[in-house]
């Protein structure tokens, strides 16, 4: 029986190479793949990722081929986009304590969560697409935190790759609170990556400046003390498996971050890059 992926990509724009990296990798191992949002609206390439002349910042210098930027074009263009998943229509939503009748709303919110391992049992791997665009409406989605908890609990690999990797800081069990990728060694969007100026959004039009908050040093705290966060800065590419996680630096980690997965999930991969 093939293998099936699970996407989920932010509506506020993703980097198209860190989809079609691992997409083209799943892709060739024959593995169908399903995209989500947190709403069911289509996602969309942040446009400077679609352009091999657009010299990133930090880098001063293009993070894109020109090969890649028109396979990512066509991938972002494609109908497999069309039709996404809605993160809200598959996990309900938490209440607030402060609402009326709370005991009677929390038992019914865990209820409704309990249907959420079958969902994941659908599904081989989750892989959470990197860019500008998860930092609004990822990195801190509860509902995306239970997704992650659901395939964490079924031993299935998750992927994060740049500001992907910061929903895996903060998905987090509401009894002990303990970060899930505590005592794990994890890479991710390094504080020398970071613009000083000109972080943006697909559909806003808002400058936030840089960046509002290092996740390099989210990255640090949440996998303290046994583990490790790895920039690995000077070095080209940077992916570390400590299953059940994958997590790839940024733009040039995206074929190798799914090729990593189709190891981990055809040979026993469990431990790469430390």
Known sequence: MSKKILYVLSEYGYWGEELLGPVTATDAAGYESVFATPNGKRPQALP???????????????????EVAVAARELDESARLDDPLSLADLIPERPY??????????????????????????????VIVGGSGPIVDL?????????????????????????????????????????????KHVTGHCKEYDYKDGTGFVGVDFNM????????????DATAPDGRYHGNVGK?????????????????????????????LEQGLRRFGW
């Open 48 to 66: 400077p990722s679609l352009d091999p002349g657009y010299v990133d910042p930090p880098l001063g210098r293009s993070v894109t081929t020109p």
């Open 97 to 126: 304590h402060s609402e009326p009748g709370f005991l009677r709303l929390i038992e019914a919110y865990y209820r409704d969560l309990s249907t959420l391992d079958t969902e994941v049992a659908r599904y081989d791997a989750l």
């Open 139 to 183: 990195a801190n989605n509860g509902r995306l935190h239970e997704l992650i908890l659901a395939f964490v609990r079924a031993d299935k690999p998750v992927v994060g790759e740049c500001y992907g990797v910061a929903p895996l800081a903060f998905a987090r069990d509401w009894e002990d609170r303990t970060s899930i990728i505590r005592g």
């Open 209 to 220: 400046g840089p960046p509002p908050y290092p996740l390099e040093y989210i990255l640090r």
């Open 236 to 264: 080209e590419t940077s992916v570390i498996v400590d299953y059940p996680f994958i997590t790839a630096r940024s733009t040039p980690d995206s074929f190798l971050a799914g090729q990593k997965l189709v190891e981990v």
